[in-house]
T-cell receptor
Framework: GDSVTQMEGPVTLSEEAFLTINCTYT??????LFWYVQYPGEGLQLLLK?????DKGSNKGFEATYRKETTSFHLEKGSVQVSDSAVYFC???????????FGKGITLSVRP | DAGVIQSPRHEVTEMGQEVTLRCKPI?????LFWYRQTMMRGLELLIY????????DSGMPEDRFSAKMPNASFSTLKIQPSEPRDSAVYFC??????????FGQGTRLTVV
């Protein structure tokens, strides 16, 4: 079945450090891929998405590129801020009329 | 639009009591989702509706859980009777397709 695997957490970084959060997926067909972010005490919100191979999603300084050859959608940011501290979820939609499948999420803490 | 609105934000109840969680989706969204989030199991999809009709309830843990959507602007998730293992954060989300979901702030349920 469809699945999303995220790297184990938590991750703790200093402000202005480079961030990479790994995400790989298993799916039939050509899924759409998403990163969601959950700030403390809030619901999830869409951070970025990519709907086909080689697409790059970007938002708020975060980027992720849909790599079909490695079935990956790693999240990157060049310089993290304290305000980026949150839980990050990778997700996929395996095709039209499919449900979102979420990874387990990873907690990012950024210290000043 | 005010976004997805859930009530109550926090609920503490005694084991055996009935609990009803409420959700108002974003106007115009055809899909409504109920999720449960716990530390142990992460984010789980319980049930989703399309145009007020339940489409997939395979994630509902057992018969104690039920969900309704009597109209396009309101949905409930009911647990009767509640048990301590039901303690979790319950999220409602809505969207125009299955891929992208807009989440409410969640209801934190504690069953003692």
């Amino acid at each position: 079945g469809d699945s999303v695997t995220q790297m184990e957490g938590p991750v703790t970084l200093s402000e202005e450090a480079f961030l990479t959060i790994n995400c790989t997926y298993t799916a039939t067909g050509y899924p759409s891929l998403f990163w969601y972010v959950q700030y403390p005490g809030e619901g999830l919100q869409l951070l970025l998405k990519a709907t086909k191979a080689d697409d790059k999603g970007s938002n708020k300084g975060f980027e992720a590129t849909y790599r079909k050859e490695t079935t990956s959608f790693h999240l990157e940011k060049g310089s993290v801020q304290v305000s980026d501290s949150a839980v990050y979820f990778c997700a996929l939609e395996a095709g039209a009329n499919s449900k979102l499948t979420f990874g387990k999420g990873i907690t990012l803490s950024v210290r000043p | 639009d005010a976004g997805v609105i859930q009530s109550p934000r926090h609920e503490v109840t005694e084991m055996g009591q009935e609990v009803t969680l409420r959700c108002k989706p974003i106007s115009g969204h055809d899909y409504l989702f109920w999720y449960r989030q716990t530390m142990m199991r992460g984010l789980e999809l319980l049930i989703y509706f399309n145009n007020n009709v339940p489409i997939d309830d395979s994630g509902m843990p057992e018969d104690r859980f039920s969900a309704k959507m009597p109209n396009a602007s309101f949905s409930t998730l009911k647990i009767q009777p509640s048990e301590p293992r039901d303690s979790a954060v319950y999220f409602c989300a809505s969207g125009t397709g299955l891929g992208e979901a807009f989440f409410g702030q969640g209801t934190r349920l504690t069953v003692v």
